[in-house]
């Protein structure tokens, strides 16, 4: 029997396991921590942040300035309690980091705060602290370091997360997956979901490993509550190179003063909005694929190149480094992008200390959804609401059992029978698990990514009413189709699968639970607002509502 179970191996998982490890050495009855995490090259979307984390730390910053600007992005759709809450905790959060030596870059000159910070969109203040280009992977090291040598800490690797056990209405472990596809639980008193967001339900996605959502997958299963799944980031600036990987890059190039452009030269974000290229993410995206659309382009172009080629080494070495392996030297030429997913707003119904609605069952970070974020995640906040949740949730595990607050009142949204129906297909699990193997691997490979272009198509930066029943129609079509097996495909059912096999499936049947539930929150807005633009209802509702969606259990 695991103490705390903690799925995740990155920012926010990494920062709990520490957290709760010093808390509970403290506390008269000690209890055990393991940490379930990914290989060391899938270790989630935290290794590739690059901008940073923002924070209140400039004295000529303040905390009320953060806040409005974090409200603002959020499109009126932002719980201010959880927006003070991580403002608020946002300096000791990062004193912690610096305590336990994260390389952050320090200021030049006469400086009033000694490492240096850099400004993004929706910041009206310098408060983007980093290291260099390759925050992310700065930080990772330096978790994963503390973690690996801590002496209470367990740390399981290569063991892949299938479904939440619960035994009367209380989760009581994971089941979990090892390499040969055999499928054991693991006992646990308390189970911590830091599986990241679900940019991988979408075809093109700013990390090389994004996940599909199998956090929110698996407590939608169980009997959680997930809020706010239409708002789905995607980041303007992703590296345009169709034969290569995806590259984020960085907003932190246009908060130094990159330019989008047309291949023409026109610079053409005066044409959108007043804040140019330092408008929220929502924004900009839209007005690449309005150019990319008009003009019939392939992508735009973000030029750095007037900042220098001793500057851009200096604040952008990774990128720089990056790029002119690709055959781009963005000190003398502009660098081609387009939008693609990056990030989840909505996820599990989560308090500020990541307990969900279904007792023993939390969540933080991107996974979760405490109201931060509201229609739009401002840039560098999302690191942030990791360090700040995680630390939070380690004190509140450390604590005395108490019953769950999700902090806001839980509405189900009202939903038409046929979608009322597909949920309860979706709840059978069991039925779901057995249609995804009875593919055989090409197969499931090759669904995950019809999925994954359906996703993009039908409920992308721009989505309709009735692309999106489309897309409903296509999984419901999907689940009530037999597997077609060929001949030799027989005794390969039969055997355990392996391991290549079991990413390819497992991913499968996650993502035909979280997107289907994706598509129902995003058809039930009628309103467009932040990250959910629909083009039957262009305009937002007078008031700003979450939407809460929960399988029958």
Known sequence: MHDVLIVGGGAAGLTLALSLADNLSKAPTRRRVTLLRPAREAQGASRWAQGG??????????????????????????????????????????????????????????????????????????????????????LLDTLSAHVEAHPAIQVLDDLLAVDIA????????????????????????????????????????????????????????????????????????????????PFLISEAVRGEGGLLMRPDGHRFMFDYDPRLELAP????????????????????NLDI?????????????????????????????????????????????????????????????????????????????????????????????????KRIDVARAITLIALPSAQVHLLQQLADHHAVWQHVIGLNTDQARERLDALR???????????????????????????????????????EAREPLQHAASLNHLSLYQALTLAPLLLISAHQRRESRGLHFVRDYPTPAPRAHDSVIRLPV
């Open 53 to 138: 984390i923002a924070a209140v730390l400039a004295p000529e910053d303040d905390v009320e300035s953060h806040v409005a600007d974090t409200l603002i992005a959020g499109d009126g759709l932002c719980n201010e309690r959880a927006v003070r809450f991580t403002v608020s905790h946002s300096r000791e959060a990062i004193e912690w980091l610096i305590a336990l030596g994260v390389p952050f870059t320090p200021a030049e000159g006469d400086a009033s705060y000694p490492y240096h910070l850099t400004r993004e969109g929706g910041h009206g203040r310098r408060r983007i602290i980093h290291a260099a280009d390759a925050t992310g992977r700065a």
């Open 453 to 491: 272009q359906l996703m993009s198509l039908r409920a992308g930066i721009e989505r309709s009413q009735r692309g999106l029943e489309t897309a409903l129609q296509q999984i419901v079509d999907w689940l009530t189709q037999a597997p077609h097996r060929c001949e030799e495909d027989v005794s």
């Open 281 to 300: 993410r929502d924004v900009v995206a839209r007005a690449i694929l309005a150019e990319m659309r008009t003009h019939d382009l392939a992508h735009v």
């Open 305 to 401: 190149s007037a900042l220098g080629a001793e500057a851009i080494h200096h604040h952008f070495p990774t990128i720089a480094e990056h790029c002119l392996a690709r055959g781009i030297d963005i000190t003398r030429a502009p660098i081609p992008v387009v939008p693609a997913a990056h990030y989840s707003c909505g996820g599990i119904a989560t308090g500020l200390d990541g307990a969900s609605d279904l007792e023993g069952l939390w969540a933080i970070g991107e996974v979760a959804c405490t109201g931060l974020h509201g229609a739009n995640r401002m840039a560098s906040n999302s690191l942030l609401e990791c360090l700040v949740q995680a630390r939070a949730c380690g004190e509140a595990l450390g604590m005395p059992r």
């Open 166 to 245: 619960v035994t009367n209405q209380r989760v009581d472990g994971l089941w979990v997956m090892d390499g040969t596809g055999e499928r054991y639980p693991l006992r646990a008193r308390d189970l911590v979901l830091a599986t990241g967001g679900a940019s991988g339900l979408f075809t093109h996605a700013t990390s090389p490993s994004a996940s599909v959502g199998d956090g929110m997958a698996m407590a939608a299963r169980a009997g959680a509550s997930l809020m706010n799944l239409e708002f789905q980031q995607f980041h303007p600036t992703c590296l345009y190179d169709p034969r290569g990987t």
